[in-house]
């Protein structure tokens, strides 16, 4: 078995633990973010990064890792890249986390229980290039464990040079970039706290050789958690119910997204905009910021939700970037008048633009 299917293994037995450790957190709220196993929990919204050398065999490894928390959102972004050395094959890998806990969610209406569903939503994507192909020598790796009163669920996800593959919440997924849905449904209290948790983990393994391929190569993965604020109520309740949490700035159902937490001293300020009016009647002009040069991907998403065209989704280089979306969807068909949104993710972190079409 080589070095990168090794390592891979190893993680899939160790990550069910690393998920349930969430279960005993103390304070509330509070973010926790790990880079390769380096952990650090605060109690109020704030991000780590890192760059640094990892141990790998036969090659020279780099890790990048960012992890972020706000109010009602997580996200950890992993990055490996190797550089073989000569006549023998040789990798190495790392894994950057996030998890979030808050005790404060209540739903206020007529006293007793009901039945609820938290909406969630998760969006991953990877990237990798070079390794050793023969076997799959590059692969990501994504695992998800989210919880709202003790109705729980999980999902891994693979992503390799040959393939891909889910189970659990990402069944049925494929492809360098994933979006799901999530939603939790059971018995929720009224009038009485309850606790949602979030965990998320990004690994990267590389394996190759610098016969087969002499250029370095590297890994990506970066994944994000967060409440559905696209489907504009945070849980389904029946009428005359609501639901509050000050510390994930949720009232009366209804989630706005913190902007700017910390900066990030690795990857700086992520900006996106649009440029010239808005309402808007034609094309829609978007300018964008990266901080640094990393995977990134722009999208276009409906009201519910749902991503109806993607601008970019490549590896880029830092900077400002201009973009038209010409308001169709990727099939080429014209978008009705209404509400979009304009979301751009790089380096583990998002920001979203609302637009509005009109003739």
Request: charged share 10%; hydrophobic share 40%; proline share 6%.
């Amino acid at each position: 078995m080589s070095p990168a299917r090794k390592w891979i293994r190893s993680v899939v037995v160790a990550l069910p633990m690393l998920a349930g450790s969430v279960g005993i957190a103390s304070a509330a709220p509070n973010w926790t973010v790990d880079l390769n196993s380096s952990s650090v929990t605060w109690n109020a919204p704030f991000s780590r990064d890192t760059s640094s050398s990892v141990s790998s065999s036969n090659s020279t490894s780099t890790y990048s890792g960012h992890g972020a928390g706000s109010p009602g959102a997580i996200s950890a972004f992993c990055r490996v890249e190797t550089n073989w050395l000569s006549g023998f094959s040789g990798g190495g890998g790392a894994r950057t986390a996030g998890a979030a806990r808050a005790d404060d969610f209540v739903i206020s209406g007529p006293p007793g229980s009901i039945s609820a569903t938290l909406h969630l939503r998760i969006v991953a994507s990877f990237g990798l290039a070079g390794g050793f192909p023969g076997n799959g020598g590059h692969g990501a790796h994504v695992w998800a464990n989210l919880n709202a009163n003790g109705i729980g669920t999980f999902g891994d996800y693979y992503f390799n040079n040959f393939n891909s593959s889910g189970t659990g919440l990402f069944s049925g997924y494929s492809g360098p970039v994933i979006e799901v849905p999530v939603n939790l449904s059971g018995t929720f209290p009224v009038n009485s706290p309850f606790v949602i948790q979030l965990y998320i983990e990004s690994t990267a393994g590389t394996y190759g050789n610098y016969a087969s391929d002499p250029n370095p190569g590297f890994v990506m993965s970066v994944e994000s958690v967060l409440l559905d604020s696209p489907s504009g109520q945070v849980m389904t309740l029946p009428d005359g119910y609501t639901v509050n949490s000050p510390s994930w700035n949720v009232v009366n159902n209804t989630w706005s997204p913190t902007v700017g937490i910390e900066p990030s001293t690795m990857a700086g300020t992520l900006d996106l905009r649009i440029v010239g009016p808005n309402p808007a009647a034609g094309d829609v002009s978007l300018a964008c910021r990266l901080p640094a040069a990393g995977a990134a991907q722009i999208a276009i998403f409906d009201l519910s939700g749902r991503r109806i065209r993607t601008l970019i989704n490549d590896w880029c280089e830092a900077g400002e970037r201009s973009f038209v979306w010409d308001g169709r969807t990727d099939a080429g068909v014209r978008s009705p008048d209404g509400v979009f949104f304009a979301r751009v993710m790089a380096g583990g972190r998002s920001v979203t633009r609302r637009i509005v079409r009109v003739r």
